[in-house]
Structure formats: structure tokens, C-alpha cells
């Protein structure tokens, strides 16, 4: 893929997250479905299940030889990432999209060979668009996202944590050990969307995103657009992510990444 190709497809791509938000937005106040997944607290609508069938159709009709990779099961059966993989979670927060219908995003990333050439974001209800093309830096709204070093002390920032984690019968991290980070900060902030989490990371209004479980289609995008910004994004472990698989992550500001990863480790032992 020349420049020029990866330019069209950026546009187009963006063309199809506006159109798919504006539909949202459009039917926001209509009665909905609303059935569990997992567990009676991960919530699914037909919005998310109509969303990803636009991507799936758009995909197909101009783009056949592209793949899908999404969460509502429209796309493909994925086990590899060759060729040009779209990433892509039709509604992320999808508990905000059905009690404070707003606070939800469309996140696509566009893969090609496992590297991320392509990320969008976008903040439907209050109509924001972050950018990223690999190489060319992250934008909100046209305006370039940089994180810049300030060699900012762990004690001075924000973490967007999902305060789930912080029950003693969480399982993914010792109880003591998780509390003592949260003490160890600033204090907490959690937006119910990891992608809407990645973009504030990128604009700096965050310092930093610690989650113990996500899902590709979660981190696609934002993985692209945090680091298009400068900041730092891999597994809580400080390890390459998995674009695959199941995840932590951890993405932040590069003042604090090696800190907080360092604080992780030790409190998973
Ligand atoms: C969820 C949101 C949430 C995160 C969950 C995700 P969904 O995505 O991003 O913030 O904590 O792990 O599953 O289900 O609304 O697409
Ligand atoms: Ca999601
Ligand atoms: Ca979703």
C-alpha cells in the first residue's frame, strides 16, 4: 500500500465512522433491545449489531479483498492478521450508549500485516473525531495530539482505571497491591470506554490507562493513537501486545510507563 492508497482509505474509513455515528445519533432516543452477553452486565444492543453490519457491507462492497475483525461476530473468522485487517468495536462503552446515551465511541483501527497503519475514535455523541495514520502523528479533530515530557512524578498523575479491579475478589491482581498503587497516585478516572480512554491518554487530559482485560477490537485503534502522540502503549507487563488475543494494557504517558509497569509487576507477584 503506496501513500496515496493508505490517504483513500484513511478518508474513506473516515467517511464510514461519521456515517455509522450520525445513525446512531440519529436514533439515539428510539426504544431498544438490550440482551446480555458474558455475564447481565455486559450489555448488547441491535445499535452495535446494525453498526458493525454497515462496516461489514461497506468493507465487502469497496473493499473485498479487506478482512473484518469485530466484536458483534459480522466480520471474519480471524486467526492470522496478513493482509488488510480492519479492527473494529461498532459501539465501545455500550453501558454509557444504554444509561447516559453519550460517553460511547466508534473505534476502528486498520491493520496491515499486524502493524497498525490507520486509527479512528470517534466520540459520537459529542461529534469528535481522533486521528492517526502510523508515521504522521495523532490528531482530535485536525488538531495535532502531542505528549509532551515534563518528567512528570507518578504521585502528580491521573490513571483511568476501571475501580472494578479494586473488589477484593478481583482475580487479576493482588488485592493490597492494587490499592497501594491507587494511593501511591493522584487519583483515578474511569470513562466506561477504553477507546474514549486511549484518546483522552492521547490528549493529555489523562496520564495514563491501566486495564487488566481487553479485547482487540478495544485497543486497535487507541493503541495507534496513543503512540502516534508520543505516549507509550504495551501489556501491563511492559510486553508487545497481542493484537489477537485477549489483553492488559497499559498506555500512557512515557514519564510514568516504566513506574506503573514496575509497580504492576511487583504486585502480581
Ligand atoms: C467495554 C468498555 C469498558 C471496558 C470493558 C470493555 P464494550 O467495551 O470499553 O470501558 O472496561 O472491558 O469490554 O463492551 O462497551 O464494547
Ligand atoms: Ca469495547
Ligand atoms: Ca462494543
Same mark, same amino acid.
Given at each position: 500500500m503506496d501513500n496515496r492508497e493508505r490517504n483513500e482509505l484513511f478518508e474513506t474509513a473516515k467517511s464510514f465512522i461519521r456515517e455509522a455515528g450520525t445513525t446512531i445519533r440519529e436514533k439515539i432516543d428510539k426504544p431498544r433491545t438490550i440482551e446480555t452477553k458474558s455475564?447481565?452486565?455486559d450489555l448488547v444492543t441491535e445499535m452495535d449489531q446494525e453498526t458493525e453490519r454497515y462496516f461489514a457491507e461497506q468493507i465487502k462492497s469497496h473493499f473485498p479483498d479487506h478482512r473484518l475483525f469485530g466484536e458483534e461476530g459480522f466480520g471474519d473468522e480471524i486467526e492470522n492478521l496478513k493482509g488488510l485487517v480492519w479492527i473494529v468495536d461498532p459501539i465501545d462503552g455500550t453501558m454509557n450508549f444504554v444509561h447516559q446515551k453519550r460517553n460511547f465511541a466508534i473505534s476502528v483501527g486498520i491493520y496491515k500485516d499486524g502493524v497498525g497503519e490507520i486509527g479512528l475514535i470517534y466520540d459520537v455523541m459529542d461529534d469528535i473525531l481522533y486521528t492517526a495514520l502510523r508515521g504522521e502523528g495523532a490528531y482530535k479533530d485536525g488538531k495535532k495530539l502531542e505528549i509532551n515530557s515534563? =518528567? =512528570?512524578?507518578i504521585e502528580q498523575s491521573i490513571l483511568c482505571l476501571n475501580t472494578t479491579w479494586l473488589l477484593p475478589e478481583n482475580r487479576h491482581v493482588e488485592h493490597e497491591g492494587i490499592h497501594n498503587l491507587v494511593k501511591k497516585i493522584r487519583s483515578t478516572r474511569s470513562y466506561g470506554s477504553a477507546a474514549l480512554e486511549f484518546a483522552y491518554v492521547a490528549e493529555g487530559i489523562i496520564d495514563g490507562y491501566l486495564s487488566l482485560t481487553l479485547m482487540p477490537w478495544d485497543v486497535a485503534a487507541g493503541a495507534i493513537i496513543v503512540h502516534e502522540a508520543g505516549g507509550i502503549v504495551t501489556t501491563a507487563e511492559g510486553k508487545d501486545i497481542d493484537m489477537l488475543n485477549r489483553t492488559t494494557i497499559m498506555a500512557s504517558h512515557p514519564d510514568i510507563h516504566k513506574e506503573v509497569v514496575e509497580n504492576y509487576v511487583e504486585l502480581k507477584q
Open positions: 455475564n447481565a452486565d515534563y =518528567k =512528570k512524578p
